[in-house]
């Protein structure tokens, strides 16, 4: 890891000298110390040179996107993604740091959320499509930005900018499956909240999912509420 290190040393060592001190020197090092540092914690964490550790957890996750996005846009590119726009700055993420989630990414007309608390997901699905029906009252269809909602519950793959997993896909399948305005949930969410969320359900049972191997036990909340 140092190998290279001691001769550029020495090198700037004498540079820094020649100009007048050895602070420059000493500031070159300092700055190349940085990397073969940061590598060598890493290296201690993970427990050597063997292959890194995959950080995991156990999240709940909550995916959402708008209903007919592509035909909203058709219509009126610019007042669609205006409206948008102010969905999110004024229902969607306020909601999401009330109830302490974390925005994992914005996926064009849709968003990817991580939660500590599968109850406090729930809470934020169902305050987050409250608001929305009230705002779409009135509202000629072509101008409604309607959601469709999903929650799961499940261990993901942790990493800086993402999360990964089959909880993951599942809830990304499962948001397919509610209507406009809706929500739907997978068994393990359902067995968590129904103790705590005051919300009637409707039981869909065994579902299919694209690209799930075995059906999925699916509830769904209506979009009244």
């Known amino acids: 890891m140092f190998e290279e290190f001691w001769p550029d040393l020495g090198k700037a060592v004498a540079a820094g000298l020649l100009v007048g001190g050895a602070s420059v020197a000493v500031q070159w090092a300092a700055h190349k110390m940085v990397r073969p540092m940061q590598a060598l914690r890493v290296r201690r964490r993970r427990g050597g040179n063997g292959p890194a550790a995959v950080e995991r957890r156990l999240a709940a996750i909550l995916a959402a996107d708008v209903v007919g996005y592509s035909r909203l846009m058709e219509v009126d590119e610019e007042g669609t993604h205006g409206r948008l726009l102010a969905h999110r700055r004024e229902v969607i993420e306020p909601s999401i740091r009330q109830h302490r989630g974390r925005i994992v990414k914005n996926t064009g007309d849709g968003v990817l959320v991580e ?108 979009p009244d509420l």
């Open 115 to 222: 939660f500590v608390s599968v109850v406090d997901a729930m809470r934020c699905a169902l305050q987050t499509q409250e608001a929305m029906l009230a705002r779409n009252v009135g509202l000629p269809q072509n101008r409604r930005i309607d959601l469709r909602i999903a929650v799961n519950l499940g261990d993901v793959i942790v990493e800086p900018e993402d999360i990964y997993g089959h909880a993951v896909n599942l809830a990304a399948r499962l948001e397919r499956l509610a209507a406009p305005g809706g929500i739907c949930i997978s068994a393990d969410t359902w067995r968590y909240v129904r103790g705590v969320i005051a919300t009637e359900v409707v039981d869909l049972g065994e579902q299919p999912l694209k690209n799930i191997a075995e059906p999925v036990h699916v509830f769904a909340i209506a």
